[in-house]
């Protein structure tokens, strides 16, 4: 029996989650899906690959996460939170299969690296790679990050490493189509607008600690300090910018251009909006509140 324990957070995935398992069922570890009310074969799926689940009404990211790793009860040194349209590669399988606990005493969390595909180009510039996920953690040590409204992660204390070698294969199907990727995207502004006008308010704090030379989730906590720091609407020109030009996402072709263009600028600037929005509703409020 692996020591390790993976955990699948689903929703209308019949199109991904048949990769994802076979990708892993022959390292025989304990499976458990986290589902978020699938209309379609989604839960017949799980069936079919004897995977218990269980359904979980969908808030956030980070709150379904949180009762992801609360629902259901593991007994094995470590968990593994993959989404559903996430895939293992050989590699990073031959990684796992070799896993043993007692060789990494002292360590308590794992970053994998990441591969993003959009419409079947991988992401290879604009900063987009490598990038490292903390997805492998020790039981009852990881946690979601409930601070963040949108961009989840787990939070591991004490040491941390990278495996570099190997990736998970990130690839939304469902966003070949544009209406999907702007549908959700949309759905994510509203989250992130409602995120940064709470951390205005004081109201969030970063659990994490920023640090620009430190592990991978550090690092992304510091990039988050100089964003909400940075001038709205100014902010994803210089990002665009920054992603085009200096890391070279222009060499990505049509498509990744395409891609830049869209998660880069239009889904910031949207963001941007709607904080002005809520800002301008806020103060409305007040100036009623005091008449």
Not at 72 to 82: A, K, V
Not at 226 to 251: A, D, E, M, Q
Not at 270 to 286: G, M, N, P, Y
Request: include cysteine.
């Amino acid at each position: 029996m692996a020591d390790f324990t993976f955990i699948i957070s689903t929703y209308n995935e019949e199109q991904h989650l048949p990769r994802l398992l076979e990708s892993i069922k022959e390292l025989h570890a304990t499976t458990y899906v986290l589902d978020s009310g699938s209309t379609d074969q989604t839960l017949s799926i799980c069936d079919n690959y004897n995977v218990e689940y269980k359904i979980h009404a969908f808030e956030n990211h980070p709150k379904q996460w949180h009762h992801a790793l609360t629902l259901f009860q593991t007994n094995t040194p470590w968990i593994i939170g993959l989404d559903a349209d996430q895939i293992v590669t050989e590699e990073l399988f031959e990684q796992l299969a070799n896993f043993k606990d007692q060789d990494y005493t002292g360590i308590n969390g794992i970053y994998f690296n990441r591969k993003n595909y959009f419409k079947g180009k991988w992401i290879r510039y604009g900063g987009y790679y490598p990038v490292y996920l903390l997805k492998m953690f020790r039981n009852q040590l990881g946690y979601s990050d409930l601070n963040e409204n949108m961009d989840h992660k787990f939070i591991v204390p004490g040491k941390t490493i990278i495996w570099k070698r190997g990736h998970l294969i990130e690839e939304n199907l469902k966003e070949n189509e544009i209406s999907f990727w702007i549908s959700k995207h949309n759905k994510y502004s509203d989250l992130l607008g409602d995120e940064e006008k709470e951390r205005m308010d004081n109201q969030r704090v970063q659990l994490t600690p920023a640090r620009l030379w430190g592990a991978p989730n550090e690092r992304n906590a510091w990039l988050k300090l100089l964003w909400w720091k940075l001038p709205r609407y100014v902010r994803p020109f210089l990002y665009f910018s920054y992603r085009f030009i200096f890391r070279l996402g222009f060499l990505d072709g049509k498509t990744g251009i395409l891609f830049h263009f869209l998660q880069a600028f239009w889904f910031r600037l949207i963001v941007d909006i709607k904080i002005e929005e809520r800002l301008l509703k806020a103060k409305q409020s007040t100036t009623t509140d005091m008449t």
